[in-house]
């Protein structure tokens, strides 16, 4: 669907004269993962804002998609599947934040940390046949992943301490994610 629908934009570009037909496909890739992202917001959007969790939503999207640029990990094989994933893990979220004691959101952001800082320390970057990376840049996002994942490990450990423990839960679950 996402994949036709960029291929019949980008054509319809050529049509236009507003790009050559050799820079067709081109159009098409780019167009691809513009819809891609645009849909996967509006999916954020719309769970967030129904669940009333827009707020947390943010930061937690905003944790796990800066972290993950350097950490690598999972990717779909299609938009659907990555659409079905992302809907997967909001609904998980949402329902989690809105139905987690004060204790409990404690306990989960201290624990969230212990369990994802020695994963990401041991095997970051992840790689991925879709999404693949040379041994230099792959040497490269491993000490950005590290950097980044202990400075935002020690955000929460800040918000924690500060008796913001549901701004704690909202990272430490980004950064578990």
């Given at each position: 669907m996402v994949s036709k629908l960029a291929k019949n934009i980008a054509h319809f570009f050529?049509?236009?004269?507003?790009?050559?037909?050799?820079?067709e496909a081109i159009y098409a890739y780019g167009m691809e993962l513009l819809i891609s992202d645009v849909l996967n917001t509006l999916i954020v959007l719309?769970?967030?804002?129904?669940s009333h969790t827009l707020?947390?939503?943010?930061?937690?999207?905003?944790?796990?998609?800066?972290?993950?640029?350097?950490?690598?990990?999972?990717?779909?094989?299609?938009?659907?599947?990555?659409?079905?994933t992302l809907v997967v893990v909001m609904l998980v979220f949402s329902y989690g934040i809105c139905n987690v004691?004060?204790?409990?959101?404690?306990?989960?952001?201290?624990?969230?940390i212990?369990?994802?800082?020695?994963?990401?320390?041991?095997?970051?970057?992840?790689p991925h046949p879709n999404k693949p990376m040379s041994e230099e840049k792959?040497?490269?996002l491993r000490k950005q992943s590290i950097i980044l994942a202990?400075?935002?490990s020690t955000t929460v450990?800040?918000?924690?301490?500060?008796?913001?423990?549901?701004?704690?839960?909202?990272?430490?679950?980004g950064i578990l994610l």
């Open positions: 050529v049509l236009q004269n507003i790009t050559e037909e050799s820079k719309l769970i967030s804002l129904i707020p947390a939503a943010v930061i937690f999207i905003a944790v796990f998609m800066g972290l993950r640029r350097f950490v690598g990990g999972y990717h779909a094989n299609s938009h659907l599947s990555c659409m079905f004691s004060e204790q409990i959101a404690q306990i989960f952001s201290i624990g969230f212990i369990i994802s800082l020695p994963i990401i320390f041991c095997i970051a970057p992840v792959g040497i490269r202990a400075a935002l450990i800040a918000l924690f301490l500060f008796q913001y423990h549901e701004l704690s839960l909202y990272v430490s679950s």
